[in-house]
């Protein structure tokens, strides 16, 4: 059992994946595209499905502050129903409100410079709605 998580931007999706016992997560990737340009980022997604043997998907989805929808969220609605035409993996959306945010206090306290940290930070938050997901599913 492997999971996958999924932090997806307007330019860039942020990929996480845990070991084959579903416990630990740990960043895999970060695909860029052009911006908006989702069916790039989901023809990659497939491959890793494939590569990996996925049994299920942790998928962002942002809500506001105040736990309303705004734009983020149907971008991430939008793309979970085109992944769910190529797949038959269920797909859970995971509130990844202030993944970001932790993610980017995690690579400071790193010391990691601004341009290593905005090449990773997706990476990083897809771990982090990952690991939120492991969670969610131990406590079933």
Request: hydrophobic content about 40%.
């Amino acid at each position: 059992m492997r999971y996958l998580g999924l932090d997806l931007g307007t330019k860039s999706l942020g990929v996480a994946i845990s070991d084959t016992s579903g416990i630990i997560a740990k960043p895999l990737k970060v695909i860029k595209f052009a911006k908006e340009d989702y069916e790039t980022a989901l023809q990659e997604v497939l491959k890793i499905l494939t590569e990996y043997q996925i049994s299920k998907i942790a998928l962002g989805y942002p809500k506001n502050m105040d736990g309303t929808l705004g734009f983020a969220s149907t971008r991430s609605i939008n793309f979970k129903s085109k992944l769910e035409k190529y797949t038959n993996i269920p797909i859970i959306l995971v509130d990844e409100r202030l993944t970001t945010v932790e993610a980017e206090n995690i690579l400071l306290e790193a010391d990691l410079s601004r341009k290593k940290r905005k090449n990773v930070i997706d990476g990083v938050a897809a771990t982090l709605i990952l690991e939120t997901f492991i969670k969610m599913e131990e406590n079933k």
